[in-house]
């Protein structure tokens, strides 16, 4: 507050006030009335010097503001309309927890050390980059999209939209540089555990008609014609991210795993681990590149599709172990053959000795009859009426159904009059016969079986990491096109995913990230008066959050400077 003399020309006459400066919703500044004192004449007659008694008197009130928490009196305006010419101040605070774990890993100084050279400033760059990662924690949309929000952060958003195009350009080349600096000092932070890395493969689709050098025609997770790129992502015991790479749509899951750990165990100074992933990246190639790095593997292992002597072993009820009634076990030791394929293409055979866990679950067996009952049932309705399907459409039914045949060119069904159609009874009874039965294959020979089961069944996480990049982070359709901006879209991604998965881990794994985020989402608050804000929103994980990275989310009103001062207080890097 200040002393505010203001002069009626008029009649010449000067009159003093209590004023106070602040910033609109629109950053502009603008003084407000808090006490009219009169004019000048009229309080020389109570004081001596009018001016330095209420400059005190002002100097006490700022010392008492500053030190006491008093009441505020906000003045309403009831005749006040809303505006069509400008939208209505509300801005997002959670984003602030984000903001703490950013500045943890000292990634502005990433940007201050890596683009030193160009003609932008880091500083810009380091904060487009962070408005991309908040915006897609906080309001995920596509570049455009997001832009078009850029004032729902208390943030420096002084950049174009084609300054944010441009800097996909530029931080693509950094990629892997970024990832590895990320691991780098978050190694002690958060203890990260890399005894068992866990790695799976997803991919993501684009609402494009031709495909091109990385976006092709391949097997859709979501079963769409749409061409798509792969991802094969690693992350570590805890369930935090390491690394991904982005290949071709059509590429093979089994191909992807090895170039990525290779440049794990090169550069981030990884050594001997477990690598879990589940069956199909069970390849001969695969396990005989982790043995020969000295790595160890738990993987899946097809159990209908295996080869004879494994289906006969595990329908053998020799050995098994119940453990209460719905649960038994076995394992053995066993020499399997494995193919490889050498550099020249040619095919090898080698003899590697691996433990085999079977187990069988009664809650397992209920969900395989379960999951195979729609695809039984429309085996049953395209029986009875043929021409309501065709091979697009009857996949998961054909294989049930005896005599079907398909036109090469039309997919479209032949009917064969001489070749009735009819159920497969043998084919599901064979099916059958395996429900509940699940097979583990490990290099570990001396862990026990529980010991390989648990580590097993910690691929979960990363199963679930993908769904969170697609249903909360919104990461696809992907709506950028040149190949460095896809890259830099899915790093934009994968550095989101990262910090909430840290902040789930500071938090104890007590919430599920989609708790997490829709909490933070909703932490927004409103202007209402000069400096101030209303906050409209706590909960319990806003609490915890706020005791664990010290963040006050419970105040109900704030002056900007006093949330610029807690979002200060995030940015100061623990390194």
């Known amino acids: 507050m200040y002393l505010r003399k203001y002069t009626d020309k008029r009649i010449n006459k000067t009159y003093l006030s209590i004023a106070r400066g602040y910033q609109n919703s629109e950053g502009k500044t603008r003084t407000a009335i808090v006490q009219y004192l009169g004019s000048l004449e009229e309080l020389q007659k109570q004081y001596d010097d009018p001016i330095a008694h209420f400059k005190e008197v002002i100097k006490t009130m700022n010392e008492e503001e500053k030190n006491k928490d008093l009441p505020m009196n906000i003045n309403l305006n009831k005749t ?37 050279t160009l003609k932008i400033s880091p500083n810009k760059l380091n904060n487009i980059f962070k408005f991309l990662v908040y915006g897609r924690l906080i309001c995920p949309d596509s570049k455009k999209g997001t832009y078009e929000n850029k004032d729902m952060f208390f943030e420096n958003t002084d950049f174009s939209l084609k300054d944010v195009y441009r800097f996909l350009s530029y931080i693509e080349p950094k990629k892997d540089a970024l990832i590895k600096h990320i691991y780098d000092n978050s190694k002690e932070q958060y203890s990260r555990n890399t005894q068992c890395l866990y790695y799976d ?69 990884i050594k001997k681990v477990i690598v879990v992933a ?32 494994l289906k006969e072993y595990v329908l ?118 395996f429900d509940g039965y699940y ?17 097993y069944r910690e691929l979960w996480k990363i199963e679930e990491t993908f769904k969170i990049t697609k249903s909360q982070l919104e990461t696809r359709p992907v709506y950028v096109s040149r190949k460095e901006h896809i890259e830099a879209h899915f790093l934009t991604c994968f550095i989101a995913l990262t910090l909430v998965r840290m902040l789930q881990q500071k938090l104890n794994n007590k919430y599920s990230v989609s708790q997490i985020l829709e909490s933070l989402q909703k932490c927004n608050c409103s202007h209402i008066q000069e400096n101030y804000w209303l906050f409209d929103y706590i909960d319990d994980i806003l609490t915890d959050m706020g005791n664990e990275l010290n963040i006050n989310f419970d105040q109900k009103f704030m002056r900007l400077q ?11 890097s623990s390194t």
């Open 80 to 116: 006040e309309k809303l505006s069509t010419q400008k939208l209505i101040a509300r801005k997002n605070f959670g984003y602030s927890a984000f903001s703490k774990i950013y500045h943890e890993l000292d990634i502005p100084n990433f940007f201050k050390t890596k683009f030193s």
């Open 201 to 269: 493969v997803t991919n993501y689709y684009f609402e494009i008609d031709e495909p091109d050098e990385l976006r092709k025609k391949g097997v859709s997770k979501e079963h769409r014609p749409d061409p798509i790129v792969q991802m094969g992502l690693f992350q570590d015991a805890k369930g935090i991210p390491l690394s991904y790479k982005l290949f071709e749509g059509n590429t093979n899951d089994s191909v992807t795993m090895r170039p990525i750990l290779s440049e794990l165990q090169d550069n981030y100074d």
């Open 278 to 309: 589940d069956k199909a990246l069970n390849s001969g190639n695969n396990i005989a590149y982790n043995l020969a790095m000295g790595n160890g593997y738990v993987f899946s292992q097809m159990v209908r599709g295996a080869n004879p002597e």
């Open 316 to 433: 053998n009820q020799d050995g098994y172990t119940f453990k209460g009634e719905n649960y038994k076990i076995k394992s053995r030791i066993y020499p399997r053959e494995i193919i490889i394929t050498k550099k020249d293409g040619t095919k090898k055979k080698i003899r590697v000795d691996e433990k085999q866990v079977i187990f069988w679950s009664a809650d397992y067996a209920k969900r395989a009859k379960a999951e195979r009952q729609p695809s039984i049932d429309l085996a049953k309705e395209l029986i009875g009426n043929v021409t309501k399907f065709n091979k697009k459409n009857s996949h998961s039914a054909s294989k049930y159904v005896k005599n079907l045949v398909f036109d090469k060119s039309t997919g479209e069904i032949i009917e064969n009059p001489k070749s009735r159609l009819s159920l497969d009874i043998d084919k599901i009874s064979e099916e059958e016969k």
């Open 439 to 455: 097979a583990i294959v490990s290099s570990e020979l001396d862990k026990t079986d529980e010991e390989i089961i648990d580590i």
């Open 562 to 572: 006093d949330i610029k001062k807690i979002l200060s207080e995030t940015k100061k």
